[in-house]
């Protein structure tokens, strides 16, 4: 309703050629939504990485700067590896153990992955320009 009333405010400021469909649309699904896919894409990308590490497929450590990196000795880089990949073991043996539970944490990550690619489909079709 709102949008229909800015489209008649617009006609009112003598909007010219842009026919009542076309500026509806782009009230409703113009400039927010290019930010708002945005947003979605990066959301599903978080539970993604969050389901990932569930299921054992990722490691459950958080990322470190290169910086950080740099500063560790290689005993330091050696035992945070084995760490991360004793850690990432676990997750997975404790999955393993209930197939009823990975199956159902793999289907959530398959179902996130496509999610991430639908969104970002979207975001690259709104952000597309209406004219060339």
Known sequence: MMAEWAYLWLQKQ????????EAIRYILEGAATKSDTSTKVGVIEV?????????????????????YRRSLTAEERQEQ?????????????SVHMDAVLERQLHNNVAHLELARDVAAEHRQLVSMPLFD
Do not use: Y
């Open 14 to 21: 003598h909007l010219h050629g842009i026919d009542r469909v």
């Open 47 to 67: 539970a993604l990485t969050k389901a990932k590490v569930a299921a054992g497929e990722l490691p459950a450590d958080f990322p470190t700067t290169s910086a």
């Open 81 to 93: 590896k084995m760490h991360s990949e004793a850690a990432q073991k676990n997750v997975q043996d």
